[in-house]
């Protein structure tokens, strides 16, 4: 669906997003953290154990740097509005996320969020938005994390009024940028299995989009069945460089980026492959049964364990 002629990128780029605000119990995370696949192999592993249990109570449980995407997706929650640009939601791509990490989420929270449109691209076929939401602890004002979040919206280009295709970012787009995968055996592999029910499973956390439950909907959007959603997948990445790199302490993970490869089918066995670089490691994850990857990236540490 071509987008209107109406359309104004400037004004779409001046608009004003309101600030939203909402709270998260240790249960959301716990929730969050089981729909990743946490103690999906085995409940009682130390690393895992602590994001859904804690001898204490739960109200002390440890919430995963990738819960980062989670809050800033709830400013999202209606779908993605920019005045005047028409879109089919089906033909929605994520394909891009960065996400930098300034303190350790608390087990439950108050949160604000701050969104603006940080970049609009025509590409002829498709527009590409980038959002950028800062997330703020509602009681002290402390600043919580910042995702960059791009998307793809199929159709939706050809709004340039120039023979220039229009094109405004606000910030280096080096931190979403492909990443180089070194031909080097990776420092650590490791491998995962999502379930049949993981994208059921991982959408009580706030992301409905019927691409990952409804079997009609994924086929007219050009897919055989329901995907997995793409953060999903990142969480199982990440989980996996906490794992085997970070060796179960999450808190020296500083900044996540990645890009969105291809799909996941709900039970599917993802392997990720990590490659060490002082302190960013650099990661690749695949789906072991169709042998190709569906996600790229890195993972920046604020140090490293001394067993490293």
Known sequence: ????QEFDPDLAISHKYPDTSHSYTERDAALYALGIGVCASNAVDSDDLKYVYHENGQNHIEVLPT???ILAQKSFEGGINIPGLEYDRRLLLHGQQYIELYKPFPSSCNVQNKVCLAGLHDKGKAAILEYETKTYDKETGDLLCMNRMTVYLRGAGGFSKSSKPF???NYPTNQVSTVKIPES???SVFEDHTRPSQALLYRLSGDYNPLHSDPLFAKVAGFSQPILHGLCTLGFA????????CKGDADIIKGISGRFLLHVYPGETLVTEMWLQGLRVIYRTKVKERNQAVLSGYVDLRGLTSSL
Do not use: G
């Open 1 to 4: 669906m071509a987008a209107p």
């Open 67 to 69: 819960y980062a995407a």
């Open 185 to 187: 055996k990776p420092f």
């Open 167 to 169: 094109s405004y970012s």
């Open 238 to 245: 990440v989980r996996a460089v906490i794992k085997c790199i």
